[in-house]
């Protein structure tokens, strides 16, 4: 009876561990995740100069085109709206593309522009300042916000690029360019287009470097006498913004 028992024991383990092996055997092993998306990266670092010489604040006295000598205390810019060109005509349009840059924040001088399809593109453009429709958009954050010391008020807008400092050719002794306006005479925004092969492989990512020449500001179209011009009015905002347009270039790509 006790060798009976035994058996029928052995049997329902035995049949226990068939159950047991084909579970197993069904169970189906999860799919490989294959991350199809192919898009990369591209990298801007921003570093700004006085003609050849890297700028430092407060520091290095320059002389601009004229002559004159200058000591730059604050050169803050918005970049805006950047859009790549690749050599099929396809244009990338970076979203919400608003960026800050600050000379006295390495943090800032720096930024990264995801979710670009690969390709061989040729041309990278943007606007120096902030757009018309962004002008009226009520309060907003992050580097568009008010309180960033680069706002005036809702009826005039955001300052779209700022240089100060300090020059004996001024009758004051200082410079303040604050340029701001976004229509007409006293439109402050101009737009920059820089050529330069670009080979963005899937997934990958390549780090632009362009240069900004704080001189240009006084320069190319227009020769500018700080002791003309050392506050900035609605007559020469223009002159200064035409001259800024082209402060911008690309050092290298890698």
């Known amino acids: 009876m006790v060798i009976f028992r035994n058996l029928v024991g052995m049997k329902k383990l035995g049949f226990l561990f068939l159950i047991v092996l084909q579970s197993v055997a069904c169970t189906k092993k999860p799919d490989t995740i294959v991350d199809s998306n192919p898009a990369a ?14 700028l430092k604040l407060n520091d290095i006295w320059y002389k601009n085109e004229n002559g004159d000598s200058l000591q730059i205390s604050v050169f803050n810019y918005f970049i805006s709206n950047i859009k790549l060109t690749r050599d099929d005509g ?9 960026h800050l840059v600050r000379e006295n924040n390495a943090s800032t001088k ?16 943007f606007m120096i300042g902030v757009d018309s429709a962004h002008n009226v958009s009520g309060a907003q954050t992050g580097d568009l916000d008010p309180n960033s010391g680069m706002f005036w008020d809702w009826n005039t ?4 690029a700022k240089l100060e400092g300090k020059s004996p050719s001024s009758s004051g002794g200082i410079v303040l360019y604050h340029l701001g306006g976004y ?3 006293a439109n402050a925004i101009r737009t920059v287009s820089l ?5 963005l492989p899937d997934k990958q990512s390549k780090t632009i470097h362009l240069k900004a020449d704080a001189l240009e500001w006084f320069k190319t179209p227009t020769t500018i006498k700080i002791k003309d011009i050392d506050v900035v009015s609605a007559n ?4 200064i913004a035409d001259n800024y347009a082209d402060m911008f270039s690309i050092d290298h790509i890698d």
């Open 41 to 54: 990266k591209i990298n801007i670092a921003i570093e700004n100069y006085a003609g050849s010489q890297i």
């Open 90 to 98: 396809f244009v990338y349009t970076e979203p919400e593309s608003y």
């Open 110 to 125: 720096s930024f990264t522009i995801v979710n670009v399809p690969p390709g061989n593109y040729k041309t990278i453009s």
């Open 157 to 160: 807008g955001y300052i779209m």
């Open 183 to 185: 229509s007409g005479t």
């Open 195 to 199: 050529s330069k092969d670009i080979t």
């Open 236 to 239: 020469s905002t223009k002159i």
